[in-house]
């Protein structure tokens, strides 16, 4: 079992690993593609992810998922609908982070205005249904990749 708290042997300061929370959105286009990130850093540089990030402290989960996906693909989301929610570990520097990712599915009439921005190497345009799970940076990812794709055919 992992560890809960870790206590500072000096001052006592007793610390909690609390989960961060990440909110991320599966992006479609009127023709049924989605919208992906090539992750530009660390952990899953290279590989794709949908558009999201962290929840910064003061925000909404809808307001840091149109933060994120306007940061870093330049859109303007409307309606987002929420999808599925997964644990996750993210690895930075050393430290592993325990995250809960909440996934979110949105549609936008074209892809047109979309570029790579903050954090991201490119972007990639595919059908929902080719783009495949073992391609995406986290298990949570992969997992809600899949989630969409079921519930998409049927």
Do not use: W
Request: aromatic share 10%; with cysteine; charged share 25%.
């Amino acid at each position: 079992m992992e560890a809960k708290a870790v206590r500072c042997g000096a001052c006592g300061f007793l610390y909690y690993f609390n989960t961060a929370a990440a909110a991320a959105a599966f992006i479609e286009d009127a023709a049924g593609r989605l919208l992906l990130v090539r992750r530009d850093r660390e952990p899953g540089k290279g590989r794709l992810a949908p558009p999201g990030g962290f929840i910064d402290a003061g925000e909404t989960v809808a307001e840091a998922l149109r933060r994120e996906v306007r940061e870093e693909v330049g859109l303007e989301l409307g309606e987002a609908v929420f999808l599925v929610s997964y644990p996750n570990h993210y690895r930075y520097r050393g430290i592993d982070y325990p995250t809960l990712d909440l996934f979110f599915h949105a549609r936008v009439a074209d892809f047109g205005a979309a570029r790579a921005l903050d954090e991201a190497e490119g972007l990639v345009v595919a059908p929902l249904a080719e783009v495949a799970a073992d391609q995406m940076a986290f298990p949570s990812m992969a997992k809600a990749l899949s989630f969409l794709q079921r519930r998409d055919c049927g």
